[in-house]
């Protein structure tokens, strides 16, 4: 694709903010006196975005390996998810929750078919993830395990990451994001990552619920060691805890399947996904599974404005759509599967982790900052969530060619790097 033209393309947003003639730098300026400081600098500006490429405001190109951190499931600018939104926005766009509209009910059962949930299952839609599990904090907290006490206790694992909103930033893990807003909503208990024993010594009858990531995302991509979940599902039960499945990174064919919880075979009592589940717009959402558990929160103890929009349940309806019918599921395992054996034989490359296109890998040095910083260079997105690891969420629909364009030029990358410490 030619880079003038992509920059001289109008669109009537041109008409209200002029996106083209201005450099990056200049955008950066102006972003520093209006934008508040919470995610430090941003590394690019970027304009236009078409399937896994993205353009910024220079007209380099960029291969997207993050994808909005595991958002764009679909690439950028998706036609079929573009005119379903474009559609739904022209006919109606936002009722308020007196009101219901069919994208939104229509969402609802298919998320309900998708996770094979059973009678009685229900949905509440976000706007976010870190509102999906507000809401499942909030269903936690109406749990008394079948009894008359009220339980306030919850179980989280160290290195977990729900989000920054106080019941979710409770349910976090990391002291630099807690200990600046404390006190935060009482009760969670942060546990061991992945031992089977610390999770048996904590679950009891004064908890209410169980929080898991089936794979950290933030903390590096760490998945639970196999027979994990198993564990926490009969730990739970016998307890009357909710086992509550943030899967708002793992879901919506990230790993290759609707849930990275689904090979586990066990019914959680909820799920929370956001991210990938509008293909880039907004929306997130909370299942809860059987109908004892979807009753815990009653009329007029939960709600959202914005909370399945009609715009954003179509967006979520094509999403899920063209995953379903384009074979996006078996790409993602395909892709995915060569990706981390090629990457796992680069020399400097100690350990890759994760399932489908949500992939974490160590170098064998504290380089990683500066290989994203490099790999931008390059013309390549990628994201370090530690210092010697890089994560890639790349769109689902990544070819294996464009993985070997990355898998091509990583080396050099990374040796260019290490030379110029
Ligand atoms: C991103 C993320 C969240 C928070 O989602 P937001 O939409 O940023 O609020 C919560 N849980 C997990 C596992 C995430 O990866």
């Known amino acids: 694709m030619n880079t003038t033209e992509n920059l001289e393309r109008r669109t009537p947003v041109a008409e209200l903010v002029e996106t083209t003639g201005h450099a990056g730098s200049e955008w950066l300026a102006r972003y520093s006196s209006s934008l508040m400081g919470v995610f430090g600098t941003p590394q690019r500006v970027l304009v236009r975005g078409a399937g896994c490429l993205v353009w910024d405001a220079d007209g380099k190109e960029y291969l997207d390996l993050l994808g909005g951190i595991a958002v764009n499931a679909l690439g950028h ?6 005119s379903v939104i ?24 298919k998320l309900l078919a998708l996770t094979y949930a059973p009678t009685g299952s229900k949905v509440f839609f976000t706007n976010s993830g870190t509102e999906a599990n507000e809401a499942a904090f909030k269903l936690a907290r109406r749990n008394t395990g ?5 339980r306030t206790k919850i179980i989280a694992l160290e ?8 019941g979710a930033l409770a349910l976090t ?7 600046p807003f404390e006190p935060l909503p009482g009760g969670v208990v942060h546990i061991p990552f992945g031992d089977v024993e610390a999770l048996k010594a904590a679950v009891d009858d004064t908890v209410a619920a169980v929080f898991l990531e089936p794979i950290q995302g933030e903390a590096g ?6 027979g994990y979940l198993r564990a926490a599902r009969e730990l739970t039960s016998k307890a009357g805890a909710l086992l509550i499945l943030d899967e708002v990174q793992t879901g919506i064919g990230r790993t290759g399947k609707w849930l990275a919880s689904q090979d586990a075979g066990i019914l959680p009592d ?28 009653t009329p007029g103890q939960h709600g959202t404005t914005f909370g399945g929009n009609p715009v954003a349940t179509a967006a979520a309806l094509a999403t899920l759509h063209a995953i379903e019918n384009q074979h996006v599921l078996e790409n993602v395992v395909e892709v995915g599967e060569h990706l981390r054996s090629a990457l796992a034989a680069i020399p400097g490359v100690t350990e890759v982790r994760g399932e489908g296109l949500l992939i974490g890998f160590d170098l064998d040095a504290d380089v990683a900052p500066a290989v994203v910083q490099a790999g931008l260079d390059a013309g390549f997105i990628v994201n370090s969530p530690g210092p010697r690891t890089i994560r890639l969420a790349p769109p689902l629909v990544l070819t294996t060619a464009q993985a070997d364009s990355f898998l091509d030029a990583f080396p050099a990358i990374l040796q260019a790097v290490k030379d110029a410490q």
């Open 270 to 297: 909820a799920v929370t996904l956001a991210k990938g589940l509008g293909g880039g717009f907004p929306v997130g959402a909370l299942i809860t599974f059987g109908a004892e558990t979807s009753s815990l929160l």
């Open 221 to 226: 991509v760490r998945p639970l060691p196999p």
């Open 173 to 179: 893990a990391k002291e630099a994001y807690r200990a």
């Open 77 to 82: 600018a998706n036609p079929f998810v573009t």
């Open 159 to 166: 290195g977990a990451f729900h989000g920054r909103t106080m």
């Open 86 to 109: 474009a559609s739904q926005l022209a006919t109606l766009g936002h009722v308020s929750n007196f009101f219901t509209s069919p994208t939104q009910i229509a969402l609802a059962e």
């Open 146 to 150: 079948g009894g008359d006490a009220k």
